[in-house]
Every structure is written in structure tokens, then in C-alpha cells.
């Protein structure tokens, strides 16, 4: 035996069956000489001559009684349901009869072959095979001296049919086998003899040719036709090995020895039954297209095997006797198995495709493939086998095997091949590219980048690689190649970093030829400017071109911070902005000046022109809104350009420093005066302060300037401060006198000064004033010093005869006690006085209240309105405290009250006083205490009229919320104020005024006992006092809970129904 | 496919010098390492092109073991070029070269060409025989030498067409019978010349001698 070396499974289960009954019963005591299947049914010839089918059932049924005297061969058609049976009707007269099985297709078990057409053979020598051609138009017939004789027409009517020989007897031996082959253009016929092999070309009805055969031929039924899926063969099995025919002769052959008793081929495989022994057979079968044997074993059996049919997706084989063995194929499921079991993935994968696999099912077999052939350390074999599994299998699986395995070429086959497939990821190209340049796979690499057909690298991984790699060469070629000139810049900048100013150049060119230039310039801009400046110091034309390109760019103003530092390129590029700016362009048009003032600088007599364009942007620039003239300005005396200063101080509005311009001007150039002047006079209208301004100017000591200002812009400068009372004469005076101006410019002035009216009148206002102050100072330095009679017998208020009780005030009016009673407002007040007193006390009070806020409002309105007393207006507002200390602690409450006392001297006026220091210091107090207390609620705002009282009476008591206080705290504050004197002089007025209140509560006692008295007297009568401590009416209602009836408190948690 | 002629090859030497894959990476351009024992003989075809000409190639590989040496001897006939292969790896493949030939002379047609293989030239650090060695054997014999390896099919294509050459050189000179089919050199189609057909051949006529 050969055949060790073929593989071998076992994908067959032999089975012999056993209900074969039926098939013994129909057959009677004939033999079974030969069988046919293919429609669901096999047919059986017997030596009697019957057909018997059998069906799906394993039923036997005799169908047809065909030919009187056993049947040779039986055929039954694929495409059609005609059975033809070749058979001996006669001693010596053979027939060939067409049967239309039909029905009994339809059901076996009962219907009956009807007999189509007869074929009577014209020879009595016993035929031994026949063929037909499918389409019913040839058939073959061999006999058994040799001849073949061909039969054309329709086989079906089966009339006035002429026999050709094809073949006569001969040495070859009687024929047994012939089949048809359908080529595209031509019919073959193969017969097999004895001992020749001949293929036939029975194409055309009038010529056949035979073809170069074989002289060596097969047994009978040792000879079948093969369709496989790939080559069709007419196999023929001799004891030595089975040989397959092709149209050109003998093609290959398979080593099978044995005595060939019988072949036949179905589904792609091979039958061959062998004679073993006696009553033995060896059946084997092959897969021809995969080449390994699907199946071997042996029967037993006492009658010859005559008939192999396959059907209902088994094999059957029977015997002459009717013995049935059934060979059923096991499913591809469990071959698949049994290969992968036994490592045979290459017959796996040949298995799996001949069952038209799908690509997934295929891939998988490729990856245990190369699983196995991995884990044999094949790995070259492994990655050949993975590579047929790109794009179903995950290729990180491969991927990393590989990467452990550190096989980069393997890694490289299959990126590759994933590559071509075009699934690969950015990964897989960076790890493609790393590997060649790991190996230094420079010609591929470069392969790679012109192949066109390699366009499966997307190029920016690749750039990536490359210029990871440092294969900045392939990385430039490769943007170019794709046309990311951006990225062939960066390379170029950032890589490269001294490259030929040509290449730089065309790549800038090809640059500003896309679209995305501007974004591409905006990215690699600087670094760009940096290498273009460095490849090529000299280069101006490609800014111009760069500039020509960026004007046009919708995006320029963004791009002008690249070019900070190039001059060549910002200068254009903004010019071409501010050409037609726009309203956000400030910042950039001040950019342009500023670049502008730089180039200037230079030279900065010459450059005429730089100027002019600088003074027609800053005419033009001031239309931009976001035009910042700060910044302008700043540039302008940076750069020491002072048109443009003055033309800023203009649109600022910053006449004095515009006008210190002009000065500064006027003093080297004597002919610029008058511009000085027509400057003030030009903006003085709106701003009178100028004419100051231009006056400081004038006469602030120059150094080393020798043009002074002419006499009469001097003298039209000091009118016009006269006459819109800009300054007080005097410190005009007084700055003059600093000056060396002539005394000329100046006589007119000092003579103007001179006759201005009222000096006198003011003197005698004032002697007026000081005398009546004086004297009101008398009067209470009276007050506190003298005593003082009262002498009014009347009583003020209803001019009756004084008597007592009465009471007496330090004003010199008494009043009946009863009058006071009824008459008085209250207690503490004069009736008579009590109205010019409140007078008095509301004007302070108004005084006082304003808050600071609008006391400066008022005072800046004031100031701005007085144009010649403003003095006046300042001195008005310090006394009234506008420029107190916030600081100042509310504490030190006595100093009001001490300054209220100090109101009551009717005519108090600032000017006047002769200590205003202290009047306004007690002034200022008395500002803290208003303020400071206006937060606090009413207690504290305690009405002065009714602290003025209580100062009345004692010194000690007081009204309000200062009668909460402990009384001792009092003198303590007392001597706590800053003002010892004030304070020593208030005290002796308060303790002085008692004792009229003191007479007027019990006037029989004496003033000193009533003082004492008093001093005594709050501390328990104080009704405020404990009213206030205890029954406070509105202090007790707070605590008071209202009756909600929701509030917590009065919640019972206990009555909840719902609580646990 | 339309050729100009037909050539059959045969391929012979010793079990496991690389027949098969020397077809197989002539005829599928790959190379499969693991290959099944040749069983009988197997048979690949390709067209090549020579002087302009499109010849196909027949080739009949057969199995090196000594079990089918009488199924391959059968397969000479017909052969108009025949490959001897040896393995350079492995001595006694060389040694055995003299009986193939013996076996190739015998049974083929004088003017059969030959050529002498020294195959697996890729495993140079594993080889055993020479080049010098085959180029004196083929001097000796009058073949045509040529070391191949079928794993990265250095000179297979060479190995095939050199035959082929060999063969269209020796039709232009009239050496082959192109008629007689038994050389193994069939005429294509289109250049048939109008054979006279015999419309029913000679009954005792020998099929090998039959006309095209």
C-alpha cells in the first residue's frame, strides 16, 4: 500500500442496512446487474431484465419489466426525468429504450416507468456500455469487440436513427466506459477499452476526431467521469493507480494500487472499490480536489458489488444480491474539527473554501492556522497565514504577538498587507513607518511615497512618523507630494532649520497659492519671518509677494502680530489695512503710527514723506473709533514727534499740556507767540482756566531761554484772568514778582488791580462786622461772668404786673408762672424767643443735615458759580465741615453741644469770629455727630432744641439718649474731649444758665440750693428713664408671639395622627 | 487560452527535493512549506512567452518515491522537457541523479530536454553538494545546470523558460517531430495545420499515433 502517505480521515460512517428485505423480495431470484440514481430515486437493473426503484424510504418497487433478458446498463438523465436502460431483449438483439420515469419520480411506490422511444442496436455482438449526452441528441454505445458506435438525433422519438462507428474492434479490447464531456465549444466523448484510453471530438456531425490516447485502458466499471469544480476529468482506475484524462491527454494520477473493481464519483470525491482479497473489498475515497482520502475500510461480501449510487446525501452500495451498505458523510462541522485537531488547517482552509465558506468563517481558520504555526515559532509562516485574515480579524491581535515577538519584518508582511487592504488605521501607518525606518527600509519608504498605487499612507501620520524618525527628507518630499505645504513649512522650520533659500522659497510660493496660505501663515508666521530673515537676510521680494498675499486675505488683521518685528512686511500689510479700516482697527492704525514714528526717528529731518503720512494718519485715524489717541500720544513723545502730540492734546482735549506745547514752542521761536495765544484763545472759550494755565506758563522761569513773551500776549493773558476773575490779583502779583517780565507788560495790570472798587467798602463792612462781634462777645462774656438782674416787671405775655410765681429767662423776659404755663410752647423756651430761636436752630439744622455727598455737590457748584468770591464760598463749606475728618469717633458729643450753645449768639458769622480755628473745630464735632448718628434709630437723633434744654437745666441730665447714660459717665466724657479750653468755658455757661430754670421750678429756693437740686432732681424723676427700662411700649410687642397657629411652638407633636 | 505550442514537462528526482514546489511557485508564484507527499502524479500548466510566441506549459509532477517510479515512467513519454531536481542539501538526492537520468533516457524520447536542478539554494549554510559539483554532472550528461530555491524563487522562472527555450530552439531546428504528439509538443490550435481529418479513425490504429 501506498497510501500512508495520503492523508487519511475517516469522514464516512459505513453502515450496512439491514431492511433490505424489500430490495431481495422485488428482485426475486435475478441479480442486480446495475443501477443509476440522481432525482431522488434509484433505479436498478436485474439480470431478469426488471427496473426496480427504490425510494427515499429504502422501499423497493419493480417500475418497469424493460428487457426480456437482463438489463446491461441503466441511465438515468440529470436534467430530465428520461431513464434509459440498455438490456438484451432477445437472444443476439439488444435495444436501448427511453423511459420517462416521471412519475415514478413523483411516487416511487406505485407508478410505473413509461416506455418513451426504443433504440434498436443494429449489431448482435453484446454491448457492454453506453452513454448518453444530456441534451438526448448523441449516444455512445460500446460493445464488446471494440466498436463504439455513435448515435445522433432526437433520442426520444427514437426512429430512423443511423449508428456511426467511431471505433472498430481492435487490439484495445472490448470498451468499458464512455462519457460525454460538454466543453464550451465542442463534445467530447471518452472511451475507456481494455487497454486503451481514447478521447473523441464528436463535435461536428460530419468529422469526429479522436485524440491522442492512452494504450493502457481500465476494467469495466473502473471508469468515470469527474466534474469537479476545477478540472473535469475522465478518470479511469488501473491496478497500479487511478488515472484522469483530460481533452489533451493523460493529466495527473493518483497512487491507488489494488485491483480496481469499481469507480465512481460523486459530490467531489472519488469511490474506488479495490479487490482486497476474495469476498472482500477495499473502498476508499478521495477527495480529489483536496487530495486526501475521506474515507477507507473494507467490506466483506460474498456477491460482487455492482452498484454505487448517491443519493439523499449518502452513498449506497449495493450487491448483486441486493445487499445495501449506506455511507453517510459526516457533517462539515465535525471535519473542520478533526483537522484543526490534527494541525491540518492547510486542508482546512482548501475544505472550507470548496464549501464556499464565508470570509469570516475563512479568517478564522487562517488565525488558528497561524495560532498553531505561532506557537510552533513558525513565524513566518504564522504571519503569512494572518495576513489572509486582514480585515476580520482585529489586527491588534496580530499586531501584538508580534510586537512580543520583536519580529519587525513579520510585523512589516502584515502591515503591509493590512495597508493594501486599505483598512489601516493612523496606528498601523505609524507603526508601518516605524518599522521601515526602524529597518532603515529607506528604498521602500521612498517606494512607497511614489508608488501611486501605495497611496494607502495617509500622509500626515506618515509626516508624523518621518519626522519622528528624523527622516525629515521623506517627511518634506511627502507634504509636497500631498500638498500640506503647511506641514512641508513646518518641517522645513522646525527640522530642517537651514534650508536652501530655493526650496524655502517654492514652498512659500506653493504656500501662498492654496487656499488655507493665511492659516498656514498664521501658524508658522513668526517662525517663518525667523527663517526666512535668517536663510536669506537680503530677501524683500517675497514679503512684497507675501504682503501682496495677505492684503487680500480676509484675515490679514490677525496676521499682523507675526510681523511685528519685520518692518518690511507690517508696514505694507497695515497701510493696506488702514487703507480701509474698520471700526475694530484702532489698535492696528495705532500700530502703523507707531511704526511709522519708528522710521521716522531715523531720520528726522529728512523723511518728509515718513511725515506726511503720519500726519495724514493721524487726520484719518480719529475716524476709527477704537483709535486710541493715549496710546497715539504716548507713541508721539516717544518718538519726540510733536505735531503729532499737538495734534493729540487736541482731540484730547488736553489744552493745558497742548498749550505747554505751544509755550514750549513760542520760547524757541519768538514767531510761534501768537499760535500760543490763538491757542488759548481758541480753547479758553469753553475752558477759561486755560488763561491760568497760559499765565503759569508765561511765567515760570525758563532756563536758558531767552524769548520771554511779548508784552501784549502778557498783558491780554492778565485782562483776561482780571476779567473773568480767574485769580485773586494777589497771587497773580506774587507769581510776578517771581517772573522777569518786564514791568511794563505788567503796569497796565497793576493798574487795573489798583482801580478796582470796593477795597474800601470792604474795610468798612469789616470794621462794621468786627465791631458788632465784639460786641456780642461782650454780651456773653457777660453772660458768664456778671450777674444779671432781671429787672422786667411785666410779665411778657400779658404785660401785667410782675408777681410770683414767675419766671425768668436769661433774656430778659419774665412771665407770670401761669402765663408760661398757658403760653409756652414749653417749658424750657422763652415764648418770646422761642420762634427766632427755632429760627435759628432750623437754619443750623439745615446746615447740618446734608450729607457729605451733597455738601460736595453743592460746594463744587457753588465754587463754579462764584466767579469772584470763591474764597468765600471754600470758607462757607470748611465751616460747615466739608472737610472734616470721617474718622472722628461719634463719642465726643459734648463738643455739639457746646457749639449749639455757642449758636445762640445770634449773629455768628465765619469771617467774623474771632476764633475760627475752634469754631470750625467745634464745627467739625459737630458734623461727626450728625453723621455718625444717622444710622442709628430716633433715640439717638435726639432733636438739638431738646439737648439744648437739658444743657439748660443741668449739665448732668440729659435728654434723649443721652439720658439713658449713667449719669457719671458724663464728666468722664467730659474730660475726655479734646478741647479743654472749649470745654472749661462750656461747662461754666451750662452751670451759669441753671439757675434761672432752677428759680423757675422752686423759686423759693435759692439758686445755688436749686442747682443742687437739680443736679439731683433727674436722677429719680427722670420719667423717660425707667419708663423707657420697663414698659418700653415697643419693645415688648417684638417678643410677643403672634398667634400663628402654624408656629412650631405650639405644635403638639403628640397629637399627630400620623406620627409613630 | 490560445497558444502557439504546447509543452510537456515532466518533473523527476528524489522525495522531497522540492518538484512540487518548484510547480507551485512556477505556476502560483507561492510557496507552501508544508506540502503533501506527491501522490502519483500531479499537473500544473502557465503560459509563458518565448520569441514572441505564447507557449503553454504542461508540467506533470510526480512523486519521487520509489513506490511510483512505475506510475511516472509512464508519464516520460510524452514529455518534451524533463526537470531533474536535486536537493543541494542532501547528498543522496545527488547521488541518485545518474539512475533518474538512466530511467528518463530510457524511457523518453531521445530528443527530450534536461535539465539538471540543484534546488533549496537558499539554505546555503545547510548545503552539501556544490555548485561545481552539478555544473560537472551536467556537463557530463549534456544538461542544461541551474541551481534553484523554490522558497524565494530564485531561478525557478528562469529554470522553466530556459527548457522552454531549449525546446523552441530544437522545434526551429527541426530537431522535434511537431506532429508526433508522443514528443510532447502539441501545435496550438490556430497554428494547426489543416490535419487530414479522419472522420472515422482506423479502427486498429494506435490511440497514441492519432492526428490533431
Excluded at chain 1, 468563517?361 to 504571519?383: C, E, F, S, T, V
Excluded at chain 1, 436722677?1019 to 428713664?1025: Q, V
Amino acid at each position: 500500500m501506498t497510501l500512508f502517505q495520503c492523508r487519511r480521515f475517516h469522514f464516512f460512517d459505513l453502515e450496512k442496512i439491514d431492511v433490505d428485505i424489500s430490495v431481495q423480495e422485488t428482485l426475486k431470484d435475478a441479480s442486480v446487474r446495475c443501477g443509476t440514481s440522481g432525482r431522488g430515486c434509484i433505479f436498478l437493473g436485474d439480470s431478469d431484465g426488471a427496473v426496480h426503484s427504490i425510494s427515499r424510504q429504502l422501499t423497493a418497487k419493480t417500475v418497469a419489466e424493460a428487457h426480456m433478458k437482463g438489463i446491461v446498463q441503466i441511465h438515468q438523465c440529470r436534467q430530465s426525468s428520461y431513464l434509459l436502460t440498455l438490456g438484451e431483449d432477445e437472444p443476439g438483439a439488444y435495444s436501448l429504450k427511453v423511459w420517462d420515469a416521471m412519475l415514478v419520480e413523483q411516487d416511487p411506490t406505485r407508478s410505473r416507468l413509461s416506455l418513451k422511444s426504443v433504440i434498436k442496436l443494429s449489431r448482435v455482438k453484446p454491448p457492454t456500455c453506453f452513454a448518453v449526452h444530456e441534451n438526448l441528441t448523441l449516444l455512445a454505445v460500446g460493445y464488446e469487440d471494440g466498436e463504439i458506435q455513435l448515435y445522433r438525433g432526437e433520442l426520444t422519438r427514437g426512429r430512423s436513427i443511423k449508428p456511426k462507428i467511431l471505433q472498430r474492434e481492435g487490439e484495445h479490447g472490448s470498451v468499458t466506459g464512455l462519457a460525454f464531456k460538454t466543453m464550451e465549444k465542442s463534445i467530447l466523448l471518452f472511451s475507456a477499452s481494455k487497454h486503451a484510453v481514447t478521447p473523441f471530438d464528436v463535435t461536428n456531425k460530419d468529422r469526429d476526431v479522436n485524440f491522442q490516447g492512452d494504450k493502457v485502458g481500465g476494467e469495466l466499471n473502473c471508469s468515470c467521469y469527474a466534474e469537479g469544480s476545477s478540472e473535469d476529468h475522465f478518470i479511469v482506475g488501473r491496478s497500479d493507480a487511478v488515472y484522469c484524462y483530460t481533452h489533451e491527454g493523460r493529466g495527473p494520477c493518483y497512487g491507488f494500487d489494488g485491483e480496481k473493481h469499481l469507480l465512481y464519483y460523486f459530490r467531489g470525491y472519488l469511490l474506488i472499490i479495490a479487490l482486497a482479497s476474495v469476498e472482500s473489498y477495499h473502498l476508499t475515497i478521495f477527495d480529489c480536489a483536496n487530495k486526501f482520502v475521506a474515507f477507507q475500510s473494507t467490506i466483506h461480501s460474498s456477491e460482487p458489488i455492482k452498484v454505487a449510487a448517491s443519493e439523499w446525501g449518502c452513498l449506497f452500495l449495493l450487491t448483486s444480491d441486493g445487499s445495501f451498505w449506506q455511507l453517510k458523510e459526516r457533517d462539515l462541522q465535525t471535519k473542520m474539527t478533526v483537522f484543526y485537531k490534527k494541525n491540518h488547517y492547510d486542508l482546512a482552509i482548501k475544505v472550507a473554501k470548496c464549501n464556499n465558506f464565508d470570509p469570516e468563517g475563512m479568517a478564522d481558520i487562517y488565525r488558528q492556522y497561524g495560532d498553531h504555526l505561532y506557537n510552533k515559532g513558525d513565524l513566518d509562516g504564522a504571519i503569512r497565514q494572518y495576513c489572509k485574515t486582514v480585515g476580520k480579524l482585529e489586527a491588534s491581535y496580530v499586531v501584538r504577538k508580534y510586537m512580543d515577538a520583536s519580529r519587525v519584518l513579520n510585523l512589516l508582511e502584515y502591515l503591509e498587507v493590512i495597508h493594501k487592504t486599505g483598512i489601516a488605521t493612523q496606528d498601523m501607518t505609524t507603526l508601518l513607518l516605524n518599522c521601515l525606518t526602524k529597518l532603515k527600509q529607506n528604498e521602500k519608504i521612498e517606494h512607497y511615497m511614489k508608488d501611486p498605487s501605495c497611496n494607502f499612507l495617509d500622509p500626515e501620520t506618515a509626516i508624523k512618523v518621518f519626522r519622528k524618525g528624523g527622516m525629515y527628507k521623506q517627511a518634506y518630499q511627502l507634504a509636497n507630494k500631498h500638498e500640506l505645504y503647511g506641514c512641508a513649512l513646518q518641517i522645513l522650520i522646525d527640522d530642517v532649520r537651514d534650508p536652501c533659500k530655493e526650496d524655502l522659497y517654492s514652498i512659500l510660493e506653493k504656500v501662498l497659492q492654496t487656499e488655507k496660505a493665511e492659516e498656514i501663515l498664521r501658524k508658522y508666521g513668526s517662525s517663518l519671518v525667523q527663517l526666512v530673515s535668517h536663510v536669506d537676510p537680503k530677501s524683500t521680494e517675497s514679503w512684497v509677494k507675501i504682503v501682496g498675499l495677505l492684503s487680500l486675505s480676509p484675515s490679514k488683521r490677525e496676521l499682523v502680530e507675526l510681523f511685528i518685528s519685520k518692518k518690511e512686511v507690517l508696514v505694507p500689510l497695515l497701510e493696506d489695512i488702514c487703507q480701509d479700516f474698520e471700526s475694530s482697527d484702532g489698535p492696528l492704525m495705532n500700530l502703523l503710527l507707531e511704526a511709522y514714528l519708528d522710521q521716522w526717528a531715523n531720520k528726522k529731518d529728512t523723511d518728509v514723506a515718513t511725515k506726511e503720512k503720519l500726519l495724514a494718519l493721524l487726520t484719518k485715524a480719529p475716524d476709527c473709533p477704537s483709535w486710541d489717541w493715549a496710546r497715539a500720544l504716548f507713541a508721539c513723545k516717544m518718538f519726540g514727534f510733536s505735531s503729532g502730540e499737538i495734534i493729540a492734546f487736541e482731540k484730547l482735549g488736553l489744552h493745558n499740556d497742548l498749550l505747554a506745547i505751544r509755550h514750549a514752542e513760542a520760547s524757541s521761536n519768538p514767531s510761534l507767540w501768537p499760535k500760543f495765544f490763538e491757542t488759548c484763545q481758541k480753547y479758553a472759550e469753553t475752558k477759561p482756566s486755560l488763561w491760568k494755565d497760559a499765565f503759569y506758563l508765561i511765567t515760570t522761569p525758563m532756563e536758558g531761554s531767552a524769548y520771554y513773551c511779548p508784552q501784549h500776549i502778557v498783558e491780554d493773558i492778565l485782562d483776561r484772568l482780571l476779567a473773568q476773575n480767574l485769580m485773586e490779583p494777589l497771587p497773580i502779583i506774587d507769581r510776578l514778582c517771581k517772573t522777569r517780565l518786564k514791568l511794563g507788560s505788567v503796569r497796565l495790570f497793576l493798574s487795573k488791580v489798583l482801580d478796582r472798587k470796593g477795597i474800601e467798602e470792604y474795610e468798612e463792612e469789616s470794621t462794621n462786622l468786627q465791631g458788632e462781634t465784639s460786641k456780642i462777645r461782650e454780651h456773653i462774656e457777660g453772660l458768664r461772668t456778671k450777674p444779671l438782674v432781671f429787672q422786667g416787671t411785666r410779665c411778657n405775655a400779658c404785660s401785667q404786673k410782675l408777681d410770683f410765681p414767675s419766671v425768668h429767662f436769661l433774656c430778659q423776659h419774665s412771665f407770670h408762672q401761669q402765663c408760661f404755663d398757658s403760653f409756652a410752647a414749653n417749658e424750657r423756651d422763652c415764648p418770646v424767643c422761642w420762634q427766632k430761636n427755632r429760627d435759628l436752630l432750623e437754619a443750623e439744622r439745615a446746615d447740618k443735615k446734608p450729607t457729605k455727598a451733597s455738601l460736595d455737590a453743592n460746594f463744587a457748584v457753588q465754587l463754579s458759580n462764584s466767579k469772584s468770591n470763591s474764597f468765600a464760598v471754600i470758607a462757607d463749606a470748611f465751616s460747615k465741615g466739608i472737610f472734616r475728618d470721617e474718622n472722628q469717633k461719634p463719642r465726643e458729643i459734648l463738643g455739639p453741644k457746646r457749639s449749639i450753645e455757642k449758636l445762640r449768639v445770634p449773629t455768628v458769622k465765619p469771617f467774623d469770629t474771632q476764633e475760627p480755628t475752634s469754631e470750625a473745630r467745634l464745627r467739625l464735632h459737630e458734623g461727626t455727630l450728625s453723621y455718625s448718628d444717622k444710622p442709628v434709630s430716633t433715640p439717638s437723633q435726639a432733636p438739638i432744641e431738646s439737648l439744648l434744654e437739658t444743657m439748660k437745666k443741668s449739665p448732668a441730665v440729659t435728654s434723649g439718649f443721652e439720658g439713658r447714660r449713667s449719669p457719671i459717665s458724663q464728666p468722664k466724657s467730659a474730660t475726655s474731649l479734646p478741647f479743654p479750653r472749649v470745654q472749661s468755658a462750656a461747662t461754666s455757661t451750662t452751670s451759669r444758665k441753671e439757675s434761672p430754670q432752677v428759680q423757675r421750678r422752686k423759686p423759693p429756693v435759692s439758686i445755688t440750693a436749686a442747682a443742687q437740686q437739680t443736679v439731683k432732681q433727674p436722677e429719680t424723676k427722670n420719667p423717660f428713664e425707667e419708663e423707657e427700662d420697663t414698659s418700653n411700649p415697643f419693645l415688648e410687642p417684638e417678643p410677643t408671639p403672634s398667634k400663628n397657629p402654624f408656629e412650631e411652638d405650639e405644635y403638639d407633636s403628640s397629637l399627630n395622627p400620623f406620627a409613630e | 487560452m490560445s497558444y502557439a505550442y504546447l509543452f510537456k514537462y515532466i518533473i523527476i528526482g528524489d522525495t522531497g527535493v522540492g518538484k512540487s514546489c518548484l510547480l507551485l511557485q512556477f505556476t502560483d508564484k507561492r510557496f507552501q512549506p508544508v506540502h503533501d507527499l506527491t501522490i502519483g502524479v500531479e499537473f500544473g500548466a502557465r503560459m509563458i512567452t518565448i520569441d514572441g510566441k505564447q507557449i503553454k506549459l504542461q508540467i506533470w509532477d510526480t512523486a519521487g518515491q520509489e513506490a511510483f517510479r512505475s506510475i511516472t515512467r509512464s508519464y516520460y513519454r510524452g514529455a518534451a522537457g524533463a526537470l531533474l531536481v536535486y536537493d543541494i542539501t542532501r547528498r543522496d538526492t545527488f547521488n541518485h541523479l545518474t539512475t533518474w537520468l538512466e530511467d528518463a533516457r530510457q524511457h523518453s524520447n531521445s530528443n527530450m530536454v534536461i535539465m539538471l536542478i540543484g534546488n533549496k539554494s537558499d539554505l546555503e549554510s545547510r548545503r552539501e553538494v556544490k555548485k561545481e559539483e552539478g555544473e560537472v554532472f551536467a556537463r557530463e550528461h549534456g544538461l542544461i545546470f541551474m541551481e534553484t530555491s523554490a522558497k524565494t524563487a530564485a531561478n525557478v522562472e528562469e529554470a522553466f523558460i530556459n527548457t522552454a527555450k531549449e525546446i523552441y530552439e530544437k522545434i526551429q531546428e527541426g530537431v522535434f517531430d511537431i506532429n508526433n504528439e508522443a514528443n510532447g509538443i502539441k501545435i496550438g490550435p490556430q497554428h494547426s495545420p489543416t490535419s487530414p481529418s479522419s472522420p472515422s479513425g482506423g479502427p486498429g490504429s494506435s490511440p497514441g499515433s492519432g492526428c490533431c
